[in-house]
């Protein structure tokens, strides 16, 4: 009887440890297994989520690698006949444009159309021969237009783009070939919708399901239809431009607005022929992580520690301030992880000479986020210290000798 309690007691035991095992394998994973994201959990082979408020990069895999981006090229080419033309512009279309291989409107030499008409052509169907007519009216020519492309891309802070088509058509010249980074290519898409005098006509204009027009002379009529498949996949979807030739392989480069907050997603090369739909997957993947771990933190100069700096006064007999007080005014709402950690860097003089004016830069504070710099702020002085004149100092001398003396 003894044995079989032994036995019993030994049964109940193991019995006990499987049900535990078996719990935790039922468990949901902690929370610092879900803030990460492996690159080997994208198909695209460069891919970026970004802040859209402020432009901060929140994950990026080969970030910054240079590669052909195809007809995501094609919102450059968009906001910028939106911002050096105007939509009752006419356009006539070229010999050359209507040679454009497809995607075609299949415009023909000769034809005039609106501008606008040519746009939603552009971002609606991608049309390539529409997008050369659009860049020969803006930019005189092909060539004209690609360096305004290349300029505008400078001006927002693309360091390794090149643009060569306003279609994204595959193409190379002495300075490299047609490309982009998904980091760049976020930022385009930021300056699309964020800060461009025309982000309303472009939200407009991509986030139109149909569209309608003729030519002017009325003899063609064109139906345009939205191919941006993402824009009915997640609640809160803003915009975006799809992509594709033989080099780039499938691109996509698209936006959503989520609670006050906007996301932007780049992907170059996220797989080829046969699997049209990992662009997708990847992007409601990025989303949704940025969503899921990313929460709205202020950053401002109340969390800086107090600045002072000595103040070196060689003339002055009269007393003055030994030290001046120093101060800087910023505040950001950025998104951040739990675990990511804010810290500044103080670049201050070892002193100060008299005389001092009051709101003059006197150093700066950088500010990082996990060890990476984020921004720059200065850092200027809080009231002024003038220097006395040699009749100032004449002056209180005498004043000090009668004082003392008489």
Same mark, same amino acid.
């Given at each position: 009887a003894r044995m079989q309690k032994r036995v019993l007691a030994g049964f109940l035991s193991v019995l006990l440890l499987v049900s535990y095992v078996l719990l935790q394998c039922r468990l949901p994973v902690s929370a610092e297994e879900t803030e990460t994201l492996a690159d080997s959990e994208l198909h695209a082979l460069s891919a970026v989520l970004m802040d859209g408020e402020n432009g901060?990069?929140?994950?990026?895999?080969?970030?910054?690698?240079?590669?052909?981006?195809?007809?995501?090229?094609?919102?450059?080419?968009?906001?910028?006949?939106?911002?050096?033309?105007?939509?009752?512009?006419t356009v006539t279309v070229s010999s050359y444009a209507a040679k454009m291989p497809d995607v075609q409107l299949n415009i023909v030499e000769g034809e005039e159309y609106r501008l606008e008409d040519l746009l939603y052509s552009l971002m609606l169907e991608s049309h390539n021969d529409s997008a050369v007519?659009?860049?020969?009216?803006?930019?005189?020519?092909?060539?004209?237009?690609?360096?305004?492309?290349?300029?505008?891309?400078?001006?927002?802070?693309?360091?390794?783009?090149?643009?060569?088509?306003?279609?994204?058509?595959?193409?190379?010249?002495?300075?490299?070939?047609?490309?982009?980074?998904?980091?760049?290519?976020?930022? *385009?898409?930021?300056?699309?919708?964020?800060?461009?005098?025309?982000?309303?006509?472009?939200?407009?204009?991509?986030?139109?399901?149909?569209?309608?027009?003729?030519?002017?002379?009325?003899?063609?009529?064109?139906?345009?239809?939205?191919?941006?498949?993402?824009?009915?996949?997640?609640?809160?979807?803003?915009?975006?431009?799809?992509?594709?030739?033989?080099?780039?392989?499938?691109?996509?480069?698209?936006?959503?607005?989520?609670?006050?907050?906007?996301? *932007?997603?780049?992907?170059?090369?996220?797989?080829?022929?046969?699997?049209?739909?990992?662009?997708?997957?990847?992007?409601?993947?990025?989303?949704?992580?940025?969503?899921?771990?990313?929460?709205?933190?202020?950053?401002?100069?109340k969390m800086l520690q107090k600045m002072t700096v000595p103040i070196q006064?060689?003339?002055?007999?009269?007393?003055?301030?030994?030290?001046?007080?120093l101060t800087s005014t910023f505040s950001y709402t950025l998104l951040l992880k739990e675990d990511e950690r804010v810290s500044f860097e103080y670049h201050l003089p070892d002193a100060l000479s008299v005389p001092v004016k009051a709101g003059l830069q006197a150093g700066s504070v950088f500010i990082y986020i996990d060890g990476t710099l984020f921004d720059i702020q200065p850092v200027y002085t809080t009231f002024e210290i003038s220097k006395d004149t040699f009749q100032?100092?004449?002056?209180?001398?005498?004043?000090?000798?009668f004082t003392h003396n008489f």
């Open positions: 901060r990069i929140l994950y990026e895999k080969a970030g910054d690698e240079i590669r052909a981006n195809a007809s995501t090229t094609k919102i450059l080419t968009c906001i910028l006949a939106l911002e050096n033309g105007m939509l009752s512009d007519a659009i860049a020969e009216y803006i930019g005189g020519s092909v060539e004209g237009f690609s360096e305004l492309m290349n300029q505008k891309a400078k001006e927002i802070g693309c360091m390794h783009s090149h643009f060569i088509t306003p279609n994204g058509l595959d193409a190379e010249d002495d300075f490299g070939i047609h490309g982009t980074t998904a980091s760049d290519l976020a930022r *385009i898409l930021r300056y699309c919708i964020k800060e461009s005098p025309e982000k309303e006509t472009f939200l407009k204009i991509t986030r139109t399901q149909s569209y309608s027009f003729s030519n002017l002379s009325g003899t063609r009529t064109f139906v345009c239809r939205n191919h941006n498949a993402f824009l009915n996949m997640m609640d809160g979807a803003l915009t975006g431009k799809t992509g594709f030739t033989g080099n780039a392989g499938y691109c996509y480069v698209g936006a959503l607005e989520r609670d006050g907050h906007l996301y *932007i997603v780049a992907l170059l090369g996220c797989g080829w022929p046969g699997n049209k739909s990992y662009k997708w997957a990847d992007t409601k993947k990025l989303m949704n992580y940025g969503i899921e771990n990313y929460k709205e933190t202020t950053v401002s100069d006064d060689d003339y002055a007999y009269s007393e003055v301030a030994e030290s001046m007080e100032d100092n004449l002056e209180d001398v005498v004043r000090e000798f």
